[in-house]
């Protein structure tokens, strides 16, 4: 029996609910030889591992231990690592997830060796290039050979861009395969009686994009911003290390605020499950709340998810504190949404891309 191997590289936060289902997809199959590697780019690695635990990742096979850096710096930083890794282990397929710098750099040093890439969630693209994840996005898709969409802009963005038909895949979404796996255990979760939390009765809340975080004027705005709210219910805020770095430097007051440490995985799950009301940056809390019919706001002027806009739970509403709160108000007059999941956000993406990966590596 033929066999593939292939080498997976995650780095940050939202890379690791995506890689996931596809590993423990990849256990069941016995074809498929997964090594995965994990970069360390991200900077707390109590967060890393508490999120591997959570979500039954196995541990990783090589830890790189990138650290902090400007983009260019940790890009090149993990690049260097990462062609020695490739060299040393040869792989068929090196799999990258999402858009964080992890991705493009493995994009880069596969492509230099001749290794073909597939790309989970390919093809989502806000238009801005002022976001560093755009531009992951846009490298990584154009140097990959198996590109899998999570919803249908993916594919249309691709196409426009020029990338031949046959090499994009419309398979659904591998983090809401984990949603779905997890959403049980993340029910048994105690977080909200730990925070004295009443389900429906708060407001959960995540920052942390540079274009929202570190400018201090914009922060401040929004943190008063979230004083307002806390006045019409509690407002709880798991704060990224980044935003907690720039909210102690400018030295905010918080009080008013139930700030935690950033949660476990199905603390998180529970706590957006039964809020009221979500005000994020996030890309992948804007595809959770939409299958969990729970509405969004969106701190952006732009989204690279447009389905969570137009058939889920999702409403952009730019970066004005004053048009945010107004925005928050009518979303807590208004009744709770209820929707059907996007096609294809149905649990089985993961499934679906082996299916592939392993139709398109037997022919080649
Ligand atoms: N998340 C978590 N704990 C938290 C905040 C977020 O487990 O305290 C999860 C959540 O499922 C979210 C995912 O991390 O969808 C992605 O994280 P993040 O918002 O950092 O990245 P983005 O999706 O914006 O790239």
Redesign the pocket.
């Known amino acids: 029996m033929e066999t593939f191997r292939i080498t997976c590289v995650v780095g ?3 890379n ?2 995506k890689i996931g289902p596809i590993l423990r997809e990849m256990s069941g199959r016995p074809r498929f030889q997964p090594w995965l590697v994990h970069t360390g780019q991200h900077y707390s690695p109590e967060m890393s591992d508490a ?1 591997f635990s ?1 979500l039954g990742i196995p541990k990783p096979d090589v830890h790189l231990g990138v650290g902090p850096g400007t983009q260019t710096q940790q890009t090149a930083d993990i690049m260097r690592a990462l062609e020695t890794v490739f060299l040393e282990r040869p792989a068929d397929v090196v799999l990258v997830v ?3 710098n992890s991705t493009m750099a493995a994009s880069l040093v596969a492509a230099k060796l001749g290794i073909r890439i597939a790309h989970v969630e390919a093809g989502l693209r806000s238009g801005d290039r002022r976001m560093p ?1 755009e531009i992951n996005r846009l490298v990584t898709d154009a140097l990959s050979d198996y590109l899998f969409a999570s919803e249908p802009s993916g594919r249309r963005n691709l196409l426009a861009e020029g990338v031949p038909a046959e090499r994009i895949f419309l398979v659904g979404n591998v ?1 809401i395969d ?2 779905l796996a997890f959403r049980r255990r993340a029910a048994e979760s105690g977080v909200l009686d730990r925070l004295q939390l009443v389900p429906k009765r708060y407001c959960l809340v ?1 920052l ?2 540079p274009s929202n975080v570190d400018e201090p004027d914009r922060l401040r705005g929004l943190v008063n911003m979230l004083h307002q709210l806390s006045k019409k219910l509690p407002i709880v805020f ?1 704060v ?1 290390p980044r935003t907690r770095s720039r909210i102690e430097e400018a030295g905010f007051d918080t009080g008013g605020l139930l700030l ?6 199905l ?3 529970r706590l ?1 499950s039964d809020a009221r009301l979500v005000l ?6 804007q ?2 709340t939409t299958i969990l019919s729970v509405p969004c706001l969106t701190l952006r002027e732009n989204t690279e998810r447009p389905i969570t806009m137009e058939e889920g739970t999702n409403r952009l509403v730019g970066i004005e504190p004053e048009a945010i709160f107004q925005a928050a108000l009518e979303a807590l007059n208004a009744p709770m949404p209820n929707r059907p999941a996007p096609a294809l956000w149905d649990g089985k993406a993961s499934g679906r891309i082996l299916d592939v990966l392993e139709r398109q590596l037997s022919l080649s």
Do not use: I
Request: hydrophobic share 30%.
């Open positions: 940050a936060r939202p690791f609910m999120l959570d999402g858009d964080v994840e983090m984990t949603l995540t942390h994009r798991p990224h935690t440490p950033p949660l476990g995985y603390d998180f799950l957006t994020t940056d996030s890309g992948g809390v595809e959770e």
